[in-house]
């Protein structure tokens, strides 16, 4: 199975920082990869797909870069409903894997 | 817009057999993948297993051939069935679509999930 390693675990951040989330997989997987947000209690929401692409409805804040085996999500100024706890998936080889999230908090 | 709700028991014992049904409303179920997805109480997010509408699924290794996932399509449903469960299959179990790529094709990226339903396993 491909492993995915996500860092930080957590970080704290003032509103309007610029927030930044790796994620690095085990083997290449390409573009495949995906990023969710998760509020507590809540269901995951897509991101970015295929590595960079925003998902529709997405504020544009949000951004993803990467390919083979290191991916970034970046969050341009970080707003008080962001927080929460963030995912990156790959889907190059199955079984698809998560990584284990980060959580994200408002200093 | 397409909206998915899960459906089944709360509570099942161990050895027992857990069933979920994932009703889908506001569209059609043709043409796209959909799967399921768990979480562990305060943990992270476990792939289970997907189905294109067509009947072809694929799904985890890790849990040991003990899946089922089936669909009809006549109902707008699918569902899982995880047999011989344990302590260790307690979680929230999700629903998902995939997002569609083109024909046959999925980015493998959930754009679309139920809201969710826990399951605890204890006798």
């Known amino acids: 199975d491909i492993q995915m390693t996500q860092s930080p675990s957590s970080l704290s951040a003032s509103v309007g920082d610029r927030v930044t989330i790796t994620c690095r997989a085990t083997?290449?997987?390409?573009?495949?990869l995906a990023w969710y947000a998760q509020k507590p209690g809540k269901a995951p929401n897509l991101l970015i797909y295929a590595a960079s692409t925003l998902q529709s409805g997405v504020p544009s804040r949000f951004s993803g870069s990467g390919s083979g085996t290191d991916f970034t999500l970046t969050i341009s100024g970080l707003q008080p409903e962001d927080i929460g706890s963030y995912y990156c998936?790959?889907?190059?080889?199955?079984?698809?894997?998560f990584g284990q999230g980060t959580e994200v908090q408002i200093k | 817009q397409v909206q998915l709700q899960e459906s089944g028991p709360g509570l099942v014992k161990p050895s027992e057999t857990l069933s979920l049904t994932c009703s889908v409303s506001g569209g059609s179920m043709n043409n796209y993948y959909w799967g399921w997805i768990r979480q562990p109480p305060g943990k992270g997010l476990e792939w289970i297993g997907y189905?294109?509408?067509?009947?072809?699924?694929n799904d985890n290794p890790s849990l040991k051939s003990r899946l089922t996932i089936s669909i009809d399509t006549s109902k707008n449903q699918f569902s899982l069935k995880v047999r011989s469960v344990t302590a260790a299959d307690t979680a929230v179990y999700y629903c998902?679509?995939?997002?569609?790529?083109?024909?046959?094709?999925?980015?493998?990226?959930?754009?679309?999930w139920g809201q969710g339903t826990m399951v605890t396993v204890s006798s």
């Open positions: 083997q290449s997987i390409t573009t495949f």
């Open positions: 189905i294109y509408y067509s009947g072809n699924t």
């Open positions: 998936q790959q889907s190059y080889s199955s079984p698809w894997t």
């Open positions: 998902v679509r995939d997002k569609r790529a083109g024909v046959g094709t999925s980015y493998g990226a959930y754009e679309i």
